[in-house]
């Protein structure tokens, strides 16, 4: 059974950082690819990034590519979100999911796997 459980969300002032950790288990071999998703109040979930373990490769909205980085600790089936100068409009809850592929990285719709969301607040 696959299960992903994140963690790292909290609140942190405008401008600050914070790094979101996603743990994953029940995936054989690392052919597997995880994505960070947000979703605001009264908005639609929406894709931030994915990482692909076994080639390393990312993935990138274009409105967040250069504040958020994606990255993975292949031994420990972790994959992190570092958040950079975040904006109260980054306030939102943040979701894990597998398995995101490369050629629709960011589409939540074939998505079956998500962790229970950690909550980033961000305040002015």
């Known amino acids: 059974e696959v299960q992903l459980v994140e963690s790292g969300g909290g609140l942190v002032e405008s401008g600050g950082s914070l790094r979101l950790s996603c743990t994953a288990s029940?995936?054989?071999?690392?052919?597997?690819?995880i994505g960070w998703f947000r979703q605001a109040p009264g908005k639609e979930r929406e894709g931030i990034s994915c990482i692909r373990l076994s080639d390393g490769n990312t993935y990138y909205t274009e409105a967040l590519k250069g504040r958020f980085t994606i990255s993975a600790d292949n031994a420990k089936n972790t994959v992190f979100l570092q958040m950079d100068k975040l904006k109260p409009e980054d306030t939102a809850n943040y979701y894990c999911?597998?398995?995101?592929?490369?050629?629709?990285?960011?589409?939540?719709?074939?998505?079956?796997?998500w962790g229970q969301g950690t909550l980033v607040t961000v305040s002015s």
């Open positions: 999911a597998a398995n995101c592929d490369s050629y629709y990285p960011l589409y939540t719709g074939y998505l079956e796997h």
């Open positions: 029940g995936f054989t071999g690392d052919d597997f690819g």
